[in-house]
């Protein structure tokens, strides 16, 4: 079992991606996908259509990213 969070802030409401926590186990193996993701200004909607295998902790960075952008894959109610 894995516990964790991921979260993702943006520049306003539709802006790009600026900063990125992440809290948890092996949380090392998303910093590189968080960090080009600040660097090149992307907007949550761009990485969420990046490639997340599932199940892995890969796809918790998508899932936030989607979520941001509005359109998760998986809400939770």
Do not use: C, Y
């Amino acid at each position: 079992r894995t516990t964790g969070g991921i979260k993702v802030i943006r520049s306003g409401t539709r802006g790009p991606v600026v900063g990125v926590h992440l809290v948890g186990d092996r949380v090392g193996e998303l910093i590189g996908e968080a960090q080009l993701a600040v660097a090149w200004e992307a907007l949550p909607d761009e990485v969420g259509r990046f490639i997340h295998a599932h199940p892995s902790q890969n796809e918790a960075l998508g899932e936030a990213m989607l979520a941001l952008a509005g359109t998760p894959l998986h809400a939770h109610r």
